[in-house]
């Protein structure tokens, strides 16, 4: 097609949106739906995962692409005219952290992707604007890493203090649609791309070839699902502490959210207990209700001599990582990250899966994938002070990795000299150490 416009010239358009939304932040937007053209389709196409997983229509990426001019042509067309149809999402499930149980996965068709992608960049631009610091997970430019960072700073400012782990009881699954419409008003009152939002909503789901229609919750897993569960919990978690516990604090505190997971800190037990019983009456009017189990109040301080540090926990897991103090290098305290114990043994299921699955396949080949595997660990887990679980990951694999190589025969199993020279010739990555915990520091706003 001629005049299409290039990305550099997409984000323009929607920095004018960010725009006026800063100017204004009680500014409600009436006209969105027009940015959504074909150019910025076609930029929600290039940006939309092309190796995900096929919906219930069963269309690949590559499929979709043959004649993307005109399809994005009639998916415009069609949902400014309100004729768009929402197909059920496809459900799958993952293994949750703890490895037992299973998170349920909403999977849309890859054209339904696209255009969700596309609304999703429309609407960043104008709730990034309203968006805290203190809110990290699903937003551009924010990682798990500066979640971690600006916890990991916090923390060593304050030198602790007492910590309130939440878990949000099957968040995506329980998030109320009307609440979401009334938060969407403040801010969003176009009727098309409305439209479009209440037809996700009420797709329904799509498993063991029957459909049902949840009435609470969106499909986690679907790409505008992150965004509405940031809106939502901006709301009744972000601008609540903020606006309402801040304000009334007898001591310091601050916290750090990443999407349904959160910690709150501070450095006043009696403001921590009155946070945590008020926390559940805040949740449970927006239809939310937090985990019994999982959600805890620990004293997480340094143990010193002669000091009055109540017994209990002395760690908390946020984020995959397992915070603990330490000494450091020069004998001070300092908060230590390492694998949480359920991350660790879920890969390595996984990793002895992988090593059943694949076992009669080359040696090359698996040491390529395993050693991929490696580093993408790595490039997550790479702290400083979490070198032994690097370590400890690499000892388990090479005994699960041998195991399934000397079950490729009925013959004698593969001796230790034998696999010795074969991880010789085949060495898998050392451990890389690819963060410092004060090189993340950063202070939370809220």
């Known amino acids: 097609m001629t005049g299409t416009l290039i990305p550099e010239e997409v984000s323009t358009r929607l920095e004018r949106i960010a725009m006026l939304a800063r100017e204004d932040p009680e500014r409600s937007f009436l006209s969105l739906a027009h940015h959504i053209d074909v150019d910025l389709l076609r930029d929600a196409f290039r940006r939309t995962r092309k190796s995900g997983a096929v919906g219930v229509d069963g269309e690949t990426a590559a499929e979709y692409e043959k004649d993307l001019d005109k399809r994005l042509e009639d998916l415009e067309g069609r949902f400014k005219s309100g004729s768009y149809y929402a197909p059920p999402v496809r459900r799958t499930y993952i293994p949750k952290g703890d490895g037992k149980t299973k998170r349920p996965i909403g999977i849309p068709s890859f054209e339904d992707k696209v255009l969700q992608r596309a609304v999703t960049m429309v609407l960043e631009a104008v709730y990034e604007e309203d968006f805290v610091d203190c809110s990290y997970g699903s937003r551009p430019g924010r990682s798990a890493h500066d979640a971690l960072g600006a916890l990991w700073g916090g923390l060593m400012e304050m030198g602790g203090g007492w910590v309130l782990e939440l878990d949000i009881k099957s968040y995506f699954d329980t998030l109320e649609h009307s609440r979401l419409r009334e938060i969407l008003d403040r801010r969003v009152r176009d009727g098309v791309i409305r439209r479009a939002i209440d037809k996700w909503l009420t797709a329904g789901v799509w498993e063991a070839g029957r459909v049902s229609h949840p009435t609470t919750g969106t499909p986690q897993?679907?790409?505008?699902?992150?965004?509405?569960?940031?809106?939502?919990?901006?709301e009744v978690l972000d601008v609540w502490f903020a606006k309402d516990v801040k304000p009334r604090l007898r001591g310091r505190g601050f916290m750090v959210r990443y999407?349904?997971?959160?910690?709150?800190v501070f450095s006043n037990e009696a403001d921590a207990r009155e946070a945590k019983d008020v926390l559940a009456k805040r949740f449970s009017q927006y239809g939310l209700s937090l985990h019994?189990?999982?959600?805890?109040?620990?004293?997480?301080?340094?143990?010193?001599?002669g000091g009055d540090r109540k017994s209990g926990p002395r760690s908390f897991d946020f984020l995959g990582f397992t915070h603990h103090w330490g000494r450091g290098r020069k004998g001070r305290w300092v908060v230590k990250r390492k694998t949480a114990g359920s991350r660790m043994c879920r890969t390595l299921k996984r990793l002895n899966r992988w090593c059943r699955k694949h076992r009669h396949h080359p040696v090359v080949w698996q040491h390529e994938r395993l050693s991929r595997a490696l580093r993408g660990?790595?490039?997550?887990?790479?702290?400083?002070?979490?070198?032994?679980?690097l370590k400890t990951l690499r000892y388990r694999l090479t005994r699960v990795w041998r195991k399934w190589l000397s079950r490729r025969t009925r013959g004698a199993p593969i001796t230790w000299d034998r696999f010795n020279r074969l991880l010789a010739r085949f060495p898998l990555p050392a451990p890389a150490v690819h963060r410092r915990g004060w090189s993340l520091a950063a202070n939370p706003s809220c």
């Open 259 to 264: 999407v349904d997971d959160a910690v709150l």
């Open 377 to 389: 660990w790595d490039n997550y887990y790479g702290y400083a002070s979490n070198q032994r679980a």
């Open 292 to 305: 019994p189990d999982k959600t805890c109040l620990i004293e997480f301080r340094p143990d010193r001599p």
């Open 221 to 234: 897993g679907g790409v505008v699902s992150p965004l509405m569960a940031n809106v939502y919990l901006h």
